[in-house]
T-cell receptor
Framework: GAGVSQTPSNKVTEKGKYVELRCDPI?????LYWYRQSLGQGPEFLIYFQGTGAADDSGLPNDRFFAVRPEGSVSTLKIQRTERGDSAVYLCASSLFPDRVKDTQYFGPGTRLTVL | EDQVTQSPEALRLQEGESSSLNCSYTVSGLRGLFWYRQDPGKGPEFLFT???AGEEKEKERLKATLTKKESFLHITAPKPEDSATYLC???????????FGKGTSLLVTP
């Protein structure tokens, strides 16, 4: 079946602008996660949704970052007043049963964000 | 604080030359240890999950093992198509986030 999809695949913006990144999880997956990956580093957790609510947003670096999942499926990561340090690949993952011990997060291809 | 350290950072092997990648971790209550493969420009691809010390899992030329302090990814007779970055991550009992290491970049030459 279809995997996690993310759009756009690439986004170039100017410092100070607002951007939105979209994630479409695997159909039926209740949990959705956002991670950020800088060059040469492993993915870094940002936020986790269970259904429509953000169950854990402890990884968001500051209040310029915000994410929503209004209908419990598609999610949008929103970044205000972008800074050059926000440049990274933003990865989305989804999983079926996060409360079960044997649960797997499946990742999308990522959105490469470049802030000039 | 949970920590994941992978070594080596980079590894170059000749085709057929077996080796192991290491993932050392500290976590306050392990829910699971995950191995992913990541090709350039793509998202991480799930390989294995290990849940308790002594557990082993295999897939083709890859075998993952787990102790209380580290995990190994053994690659037997690798092929050039095994070239990728291999990521290790831990998930604690207290949450759902994956805590990743920096990865090991593997290059297998013909």
């Amino acid at each position: 079946g279809a995997g996690v999809s993310q759009t756009p695949s690439n986004k170039v913006t100017e410092k100070g602008k607002y951007v939105e990144l979209r994630c479409d999880p695997i159909s039926g997956h209740t949990a959705l996660y956002w991670y950020r990956q800088s060059l040469g580093q492993g993915p870094e957790f940002l936020i986790y949704f269970q259904g429509t609510g953000a169950a854990d947003d402890s990884g968001l670096p500051n209040d310029r970052f915000f994410a929503v999942r209004p209908e419990g499926s598609v999610s949008t990561l929103k970044i205000q007043r972008t800074e050059r340090g926000d440049s990274a690949v933003y990865l989305c993952a989804s999983s079926l049963f996060p409360d079960r011990v044997k649960d797997t997060q499946y990742f999308g291809p990522g959105t490469r964000l470049t802030v000039l | 604080e949970d920590q994941v350290t992978q070594s080596p950072e980079a590894l170059r092997l000749q085709e057929g030359e077996s080796s192991s990648l290491n993932c050392s971790y500290t976590v306050s209550g392990l829910r699971g240890l995950f191995w992913y493969r990541q090709d350039p420009g793509k998202g991480p691809e799930f390989l294995f999950t290990l849940y308790s010390a002594g557990e082993e899992k295999e897939k083709e030329r890859l075998k993952a093992t787990l102790t209380k302090k580290e995990s190994f990814l053994h690659i037997t007779a690798p092929k050039p198509e095994d070239s990728a970055t291999y990521l290790c991550a831990v998930q604690a009992n207290s949450g759902y986030a994956l805590n990743f290491g920096k990865g090991t970049s593997l290059l297998v030459t013909p």
